[in-house]
Nanobody
Framework: QVQLVESGGGLVQAGGSLRLSCAAS????????MGWYRQAPGNQRELVAI???????NYADSWKGRFTISRDTAKNTVYLQRNSLKPEDTAVYYC?????????WGQGTQVTVSA
């Protein structure tokens, strides 16, 4: 199994920046991709971006150019960066990892952007 711990959420003013972190532990050798989803109030959970173990990135069309996903393989950590935050970025952000045939989720971190 893989455990994920997210951090970096909170209350941010519009125009500010956000950097979320997700640290993986457990059976990390089996991880082949890590990424982020978001769920805005009243909406379904949706993909933001994925980064593979080979370093390839894939962004949902809605978020290309607005978020940046990166990783630190030495720390088994994936990051999500967003600059120029807007109130519509308010959501719960979930870390996800694909390890073998399984998918694991973090507990989610709330990001609230005030106008």
């Amino acid at each position: 199994q893989v455990q994920l711990v997210e951090s970096g959420g909170g209350l941010v003013q519009a125009g500010g920046s956000l950097r979320l972190s997700c640290a993986a532990s457990g059976s990390i050798f089996s991880i082949n991709a890590m990424g982020w989803y978001r769920q805005a109030p009243g909406n379904q959970r949706e993909l933001v971006a994925i980064i593979t173990s080979g370093g390839n990135t894939n962004y949902a069309d809605s978020w290309k150019g607005r978020f940046t996903i990166s990783r630190d393989t030495a720390k088994n950590t994936v990051y999500l960066q967003r600059n120029s935050l807007k109130p519509e970025d308010t959501a719960v952000y979930y870390c996800v990892t694909r390890a073998g045939q399984y998918q694991y989720w973090g507990q989610g971190t709330q990001v609230t952007v005030s106008a």
